[in-house]
Every structure is written in C-alpha cells, then in structure tokens.
C-alpha cells in the first residue's frame, strides 16, 4: 500500500474502532448464497466486500480504544450485537435481538468484510488474540469451526460413552465438526459425503466411519447403531436429500441440527417424520466465549484447519471452486502473500 493510501486507511479508526490488517480470510459457502440473490432482492447496500472469516493484526486504534497494541494478531469475531443487552453482556451477541433493528450488520454479510487488505472492527470487544495459532489455520476458526462448536456443546449431554453422532458432509465446517466431536465427546463418529475425497479427509481427522451420502445412509447407520439411531445429527448440508437422511437416522430423543444453506425444510410435530423428543435446531454462528474455546483447542493441536490458500487476485477462482465441490476443507485467502 502506498504511504499515501496508508496515512488514509490510519485514521479510518475512529472512537472505540479497530482497524486490521487482514492476514488470512476463509470464504463459506454463505458467501455464494449472497452472491445468488438477484439484485431486486439483495438486502445489502452495495458494492460490499465479502468474508466473514478474518484474521490479521492491529493495525491502528480509534480514540478509547485500550487493551491492544498495534502488530497484535487477532480473530475478528462476526456476529455484532449491539453490546449493551442481557445476550451481548453474556458473550452471545449471536442471538442480540436488537442488531437488525439498530442496522447492525456482520463483516462480509453487509458490513465490509476480510476480502481485503484491511477492514475496520466496529470494537474491540470483537477481537480474540491468536496467541501464537498460525493465522491460515485461524481463519476458519471464526465460523467453520466456531458454528459446528456451538451446536455439538448444545448436544454435549446425549454425547455419551456408546453414543452415535452423524455428521453429514465433510467440507469446512464438517471436517471441523468431525475433530471437534473426536476432542469433545466419546461418541462414535460417522461422516457423509458424496465426495470420496472429502470421506478420505473424515477419515484422516477423526471419523470412525465413512459412508456415501445416497439413499442407503439411513439404513447403514440404523445397522450400525443396532436399530436405534443417532443420539445426534449434525447436516452441514441442509438440502431436501440430507435432511431426509437426517430425519431417517435420528433416535429418539435425538437432535438434528441444520447448519447447511441447501434450501431443504425439516418437517416436525406429530406426524412429520420425526422420532419422538427429538430437537431440532438451527444455530447461528456462535458466541464471543466459544470462539475463546475453539482458538484454544486449535493450539492445543486438538483441532486443524484443512485449507487450499489462495492470493486475493485469485478469491474468483477459489469460489469457482468453492461452487463447484472442489475445496478439500477449507479456502482460505491470503491479502497479503
């Protein structure tokens, strides 16, 4: 960047505002389904620059702003509450019910994102230090592990000794939930996918079994569960084909949750399809805390992000990819290098 073009994005920073340097961005399948809405749809001001999943370093500090140093290597945490009610004060600005009404947007789903050189942190209360965590293995942190962590803690209780959880599809979150499920639970791990190079990745990071993600699935895994089903089903694909694996395979008193954008409903209540007592859910994104957890057990060597990197003259290429089905993992763009 120019001295110039520098000295400008400095004092972007106002009050209680952080500007990064973005080291590392993930890109998500989420940033494809906002690049398919038809323009009279579009809920963002435009243009706006993608990526929800960034990490960097300090680069400049608004007025107020104390606690960071500038060269400090941060997490940018993405769903911004408004910070003053009962769920941010908690950590769960995830689930503020004030942000939309107060214009609130996350980086890279209507605030500017990570793709780019720089990007400008509303607080710093947004910011999680890496401590030394490798920022291309961080990047997917934010979301593709953060999201898969706060659903499995929700269903920590029926991951017991003799359990079974489902993960159906193994890409960048699902190869993160796989590690996660192996660190956090003694449940026995079955991944889906109709990629038998992502059931390879499965295999290589955890999973006990692989099984193709066709018509068979639910069968398969009522046979390998003795006829009773999964205690919990994790679908990171959320299309109508997934969710009726999902919905075949859950025990009763099981979860299902659904984290996949793939358009497909889950019909509950008596008569839809469902075991009795299962929950079904569908989480977003996660809190400040587990984000803290999941840095955390990435540097313990507990979890790790499967990436491709690319430049960021090259991020049209990965999402073409992305597209595709043909990302192992996760990518990952580096603005910088």
Same mark, same amino acid.
């Given at each position: 960047?120019?001295?110039?073009?520098?000295?400008?994005?400095?004092?972007?920073?106002?009050?209680?505002? !952080?500007?990064? =340097? !973005?080291?590392?961005?993930?890109?998500?399948?989420?940033?494809?389904?906002?690049?398919?809405?038809?323009?009279?749809?579009?809920?963002?001001?435009?243009?706006?620059?993608? @990526?929800?999943?960034? !990490?960097?370093?300090?680069?400049?500090?608004?007025?107020?702003?104390?606690?960071?140093?500038?060269?400090? +290597?941060?997490?940018?945490?993405?769903?911004?509450?408004?910070?003053?009610?009962?769920?941010?004060?908690?950590?769960?600005?995830?689930?503020?019910?004030?942000?939309? #009404?107060?214009?609130?947007?996350?980086?890279?789903?209507? +605030?500017?994102?990570?793709?780019?050189?720089?990007?400008?942190?509303?607080?710093?209360?947004?910011?999680?230090?890496?401590?030394?965590?490798?920022?291309?293995?961080?990047?997917?942190?934010?979301?593709?592990?953060?999201?898969?962590?706060?659903?499995?803690? =929700?269903?920590?209780? =029926?991951?017991?000794? $003799?359990?079974?959880?489902?993960?159906?599809?193994?890409? $960048?979150?699902?190869?993160?939930?796989?590690?996660?499920?192996?660190?956090?639970?003694?449940?026995?791990?079955?991944?889906?996918?109709?990629?038998?190079?992502?059931?390879?990745?499965? =295999?290589?990071?955890? +999973?006990?079994?692989?099984?193709?993600?066709?018509?068979?699935? &639910?069968?398969?895994?009522?046979?390998?569960?003795?006829?009773?089903?999964? #205690?919990?089903?994790?679908?990171?694909?959320?299309?109508?084909?997934?969710?009726?694996?999902?919905?075949?395979?859950?025990?009763?008193?099981?979860?299902?949750?659904? !984290? $996949?954008? @793939?358009?497909?409903?889950?019909?509950?209540?008596?008569?839809? $399809?469902?075991?009795?007592?299962?929950? +079904?859910?569908?989480?977003?994104?996660?809190?400040?805390?587990?984000?803290?957890?999941?840095?955390?057990?990435?540097?313990?060597?507990?979890?790790?992000?499967?990436?491709?990197?690319?430049?960021?003259?090259? &991020?049209?290429? &990965?999402?073409?990819?992305?597209?595709?089905?043909?990302?192992?993992?996760?990518?990952?763009?580096?603005?910088?290098?």
């Amino acid at each position: 960047m120019a001295a110039g073009a520098w000295a400008l994005a400095a004092g972007a920073a106002g009050p209680g505002q !952080v500007l990064v =340097k !973005v080291t590392a961005a993930g890109l998500c399948h989420s940033d494809l389904a906002v690049m398919g809405w038809p323009e009279e749809q579009f809920p963002y001001a435009l243009p706006m620059t993608l @990526g929800h999943e960034g !990490v960097g370093t300090v680069a400049a500090r608004g007025s107020g702003v104390e606690g960071l140093a500038e060269g400090d +290597a941060v997490a940018v945490y993405g769903p911004w509450g408004c910070g003053r009610c009962r769920r941010c004060a908690q950590g769960r600005e995830n689930c503020c019910p004030y942000a939309a #009404e107060l214009g609130i947007l996350p980086p890279g789903l209507g +605030a500017p994102g990570a793709l780019a050189e720089y990007m400008l942190v509303n607080s710093p209360r947004h910011l999680v230090a890496l401590d030394g965590l490798d920022p291309v293995q961080a990047a997917p942190l934010t979301d593709a592990g953060l999201t898969p962590y706060h659903a499995i803690v =929700k269903s920590l209780p =029926k991951l017991v000794p $003799g359990s079974t959880a489902i993960v159906i599809g193994v890409g $960048g979150l699902g190869h993160l939930a796989v590690q996660l499920l192996r660190a956090l639970t003694p449940a026995r791990v079955v991944a889906l996918d109709l990629s038998g190079e992502k059931l390879e990745l499965a =295999k290589s990071v955890g +999973a006990h079994e692989v099984l193709l993600s066709d018509d068979t699935a &639910a069968g398969r895994i009522r046979e390998l569960t003795g006829g009773i089903g999964a #205690e919990v089903v994790l679908d990171f694909v959320g299309a109508p084909t997934t969710l009726a694996v999902a919905a075949a395979s859950v025990a009763v008193e099981g979860d299902v949750t659904v !984290v $996949g954008l @793939g358009g497909g409903t889950l019909a509950v209540g008596f008569g839809g $399809g469902l075991p009795f007592e299962v929950s +079904a859910t569908f989480p977003y994104w996660g809190s400040r805390v587990e984000l803290v957890e999941v840095i955390a057990l990435a540097r313990q060597g507990l979890v790790s992000s499967h990436v491709e990197t690319f430049s960021l003259e090259e &991020a049209p290429t &990965a999402y073409e990819r992305l597209h595709a089905g043909r990302i192992n993992g996760r990518a990952v763009v580096l603005p910088h290098g």
